[in-house]
C-alpha cells in the first residue's frame, strides 16, 4: 500500500499520518507468524511533513522506515517488497 501525499500545512500533515497509522494497524491485523499482510509506504512531499517533528516519527514507525521523498524516490524499489516485482 502506498500513501502519497503532498501538503503545504501541518494541519494537513498530521491527518495524512494518522490515516498513515490506520493502515499500518489494517495491515498487522490478525498477522500470522508476525507477517504484514501489506507493506505501509509513504511518499510525502511539502513543508507540512517537516513542520511537526513528533509526527514525522510517528509516520516513520507506522511505515516500519519505509518512508520515501522527492530525493530518495529513486531508492524505493530496492527498499521495499517491490524490489520482489523487477524483472531481471
Known sequence: MIEAKVTEDDGTARDKVTRVQ????????????????????????????????????????ATRGKVFTLKTMDRLIDYSALRNFRTK
Do not use: Y
Open 22 to 61: 490506520h493502515l499500518s494497524s489494517l495491515s498487522t491485523l490478525d498477522q500470522v507468524n508476525g507477517l504484514q499482510k501489506f507493506e505501509v509506504i509513504a511518499c510525502i512531499a511539502g513543508r507540512g511533513f517537516g513542520v511537526r517533528r513528533e509526527d514525522m516519527k510517528k509516520l516513520l514507525f
